[in-house]
């Protein structure tokens, strides 16, 4: 492997290093802040050779044939920049562009770039949310958060207000990785399912892969949310204070080492902290949703240190804790708490069309539940981890190969209703090679990658090739298909049946499995999944644009644990069947269906519509059934108005519509005898434990889920500050959602009933 990327590699550098052209590369900055400016238009005029900024503010342009241009760097919201350049032959000309904010608003260039990166880009199954974009949705609790957006991604289904878990088309959350600065988060939402660990004004960028990602991700078999948080204000100290009825936030950022207008080294800081007191304040505020108060409690706090030197080459180092805390009614305590360390250096040399990423990080997560059969469950994992990437710039195409290392140690304590104990302490390695290709051939763009991923606990290879194709048919059309391997270790400490699914800890593979599934013996203990994507995307005019995917993932091996195990695995047991004794059961899936989004910008109107139809089935072996976030249909219409003096007013909404969840119906009841102290009890004054007799697995549906979401705002200008006043209501017509029903009492569990707030922000 390492012997191909090195091929791969000086191949290129020789094709490049004896052309007859020149190049440009550079970084482009906000001249007010010094951060950089991501996805910036930057063109050479009058011809039709370009890009666009990366993550880092960072373009590179090569094969220019030699001679003089105007370089034009355009984006919203700032002055449009123009720069005579002189290009000679076989040299790099760097440089360091600062865009001055615009109080004119330039749709037509952004609608334009974005176009652009559409024919240059695969795009698929990826949603890129930026801060803005998050801000145009409704803010329950007047705070905007990723959450919340997410939540409106096609082919994501979202299970409930309160404890909710994010499904993404057919893959359980355990499949889903979540990157922070190239750390893994494993706990990234809170109970109250409206706010994430993240704060919106802290974010660079969040692109969330719903399937088809490519070889640079690993790990997971369903979907990847990659999240950047920017680095601090260069020239000046800037930040925010919240308050509102949920909780209350801050974050501050700024220079320690101010950058010079001769120099662009610097040293930054960033912080951020949020807490909820909903708890508390609900029994004031909201006392009719609960008169004990809503039982959410949670507090994150971030900091990052960024070091940014003369050739934008940069070190980055950040910590965090996080944690939450919730007592359901029926479900008894339950929190959770992380923290984490982790650095980020990229390096720009001076001569070679590269940028090398190296990451480090250390995290660990812990979740405590006790619920109410006295039984309490814990689970922790420790998790490190090194990465290093180079992304290799060939004009128009680019190359990227790295390598991945993540090692961790799991320790699961479990016991079932039966008082039966699962148990698990295990230590992991794992390490990955990837490389990944990107070339433009007239109106074809081919995306082909490779990763090799070995689970050294595990004893396994898992070799995933990937592939993305798009097909600029028209000026107007594209067609694009992404398919991919995929494998994971990591297994979910609840079983995928469970609705109410609080005690979401992690295993590594575990020993513990059955020894063939449906006759066939296993010969790998790993969780796999293959993907299918086929999509277009369809321009109707410069404001409406609209895209379309179906797609179907094979989950050809998944492991859940068993709930039904009565039986220790012992001699004593070795005739009883692997599913009343194995702490694990094995099963496959499929999950197929599509997604259509349409999207309408002009001025200060922005609509867009989402349409989502899943099917999501199990097998176990013995029987096929739909799984209880088999959402057959998802509705998310929403839209955003800015008006008045300086677009000071804003007016957002939302409405959700979801088809039922499939549930399990109970049959009956019954006294289960334990015959714990004695085989033959007196059963006239022997009292049992009640048994459930239930019906066939998720064979009805509960009622059809819908809410309408709205939040007006408006800007108060204070000299070079700024007052928003925001006022929001969730759930605007008072809908009573279901969100289970507790067996035990037989009493139904709804979700949160109309909560009205009132926001502040000053930001300074």
């Known amino acids: 492997m390492k012997r191909i990327l090195l091929y791969i590699f ?7 290093s004896f052309s007859q052209t020149g190049t440009v590369k550079g970084f482009i900055y906000d001249k007010e802040t010094g951060e950089a400016v991501l996805f910036t238009n930057v063109y050479l005029k009058g011809t039709r050779i370009g890009t666009a900024t990366d993550l880092n503010g960072f373009f590179f342009i090569n094969n220019i044939p030699v001679g003089k241009y105007t370089l034009e760097v355009s984006y919203l919201g700032y002055t449009t920049y123009n720069k005579a350049i002189n290009i000679e032959k076989d040299k790099t000309l760097s440089l360091k562009i600062h865009l001055e904010k615009s109080a004119n608003r ?17 795009r698929m199954s990826v949603v890129k949310l930026s801060p803005k974009e998050i801000t145009q949705l409704p803010s329950m609790g007047s705070e905007p958060d990723l959450a919340q957006a997410i939540q409106t991604i096609p082919g994501v289904i979202f299970t409930g207000d309160q404890g909710g878990q994010l499904y993404i088309r057919g893959g359980a959350p355990i499949q889903n990785k979540v990157l922070l600065d190239g750390m ?77 207008e001769n120099s662009p080294q610097s040293l930054t800081y960033l912080a951020y902290g949020k807490t909820s007191y909903l ?32 050739n934008g080459s940069k070190l980055s180092l950040f910590g965090f804790n ?39 990080s250390y995290s660990n997560y812990k979740i405590n539940l006790e619920n109410t059969d006295g039984f309490k469950r814990t689970s922790q994992i420790n998790s490190f981890n090194f990465g290093l990437n180079l992304h290799y710039f060939l004009g128009k195409n680019e190359v990227d190969y790295g390598f991945e290392g993540i090692g961790g140690k799991t320790d699961f304590q479990f016991t079932n209703a039966v008082g039966r104990q699962i148990s698990q302490v295990e230590n992991t390695t794992e390490m990955a090679a990837y490389v990944k290709t990107k070339f433009i051939t007239g109106r074809l763009i081919f995306e082909p990658g490779f990763r090799a991923h070995y689970y050294a606990s595990l004893n396994n290879l898992s070799f995933e090739p990937r592939l993305g194709i798009k097909f600029n048919m028209l000026e107007y059309l594209r067609f694009k298909v992404a398919a991919g391997m995929y494998s994971q270790n990591l297994i979910a400490a609840t079983s995928d049946r469970d609705v109410v699914n609080l005690f979401y800890g992690f295993l590594s593979g575990p020993d513990n499995l059955p020894k063939s599934f449906k006759g066939e013996l296993l010969t790998h203990k790993l969780q796999k999944a293959k993907h299918l994507i086929l999509g277009t995307e369809i321009d109707i005019n410069r404001y409406i644009d609209v895209n379309i995917e179906g797609y179907i993932k094979y989950f050809d091996q998944l492991t859940n644990l068993n709930r039904n195990k009565i039986y220790d695995d012992n001699t004593e047991n070795k005739d009883e069947p692997d599913e009343l004794k194995k702490d694990f059961i094995i099963e496959t899936g499929k999950a197929y269906g599509a997604d259509i989004s349409v999207n309408y910008k002009k001025n200060n109107i ?159």
């Open 279 to 310: 708890k508390q304040t609900s029994k004031y505020f909201y006392p009719y949703a609960n008169k004990d108060g809503l039982p959410f409690n949670y507090n994150d706090l971030f900091a990052k240190l960024t070091y940014n030197m003369d």
């Open 184 to 260: 893994t988060i494993f706990q990234p939402f809170h109970s109250i399912g409206f706010f994430s660990v993240f704060e919106t004004d802290a974010i660079s960028s969040a692109d969330v892969y719903t399937g088809g990602f490519n070889a640079e991700y690993g790990g997971r078999i369903s979907s990847i949310m990659d999240i950047a948080l920017r680095g601090g204000n260069k020239k000046k100290t800037k930040g925010k204070v919240a308050m509102s009825t949920f909780g209350a936030s801050f974050l501050a950022d700024g220079p320690i080492i101010k950058q010079k």
């Open 606 to 764: 922005k609509i867009w519509a989402v349409y989502s139809l899943g099917f999501v089935n199990r097998d176990d072996g013995n029987i096929i059934y739909r799984t209880h976030f088999d959402r057959r249909h998802n509705v998310n219409l929403m839209g955003d108005y800015s008006f008045g003096n300086k677009k000071s007013w804003s007016f957002s909404i939302r409405w959700n519509y979801g088809s039922g969840f499939p549930f399990t119906p109970v049959q009956g009841y019954y006294e289960q005898l334990t015959l714990q102290n004695s085989i033959n009890p007196d059963v006239q004054s022997f009292n049992g434990q009640v048994g459930t007799i239930y019906g066939p697995i998720n064979s009805q549906e509960l009622s059809d889920y819908h809410r309408l979401d709205i939040s007006m705002k408006k800007t108060i200008y204070i000299k070079k500050n700024k007052l928003l006043v925001s006022l929001s209501i969730t759930n605007v017509y008072n809908r009573r959602n279901i969100f289970y029903v507790d067996n035990f009492n037989n009493e139904k569990m709804y979700q949160l009933p109309i909560l009205p707030s009132i926001g502040l922000t000053y930001k300074f």
């Open 322 to 360: 996080f944690n939450d805390a919730v007592n359901f009614k029926s479900v008894s305590d339950y929190s959770w708490d992380q923290y984490g360390i982790g650095s980020k250096i990229m390096i720009v040399p001076e001569n070679v069309p590269t940028i090398l990423m190296i990451r480090t």
């Open 10 to 16: 000086f191949i290129f550098f020789s094709l490049t």
């Open 106 to 122: 330039l749709d037509d260039v952004i609608i334009s770039a974005k176009r652009q990166e559409m024919k240059t880009e695969v």
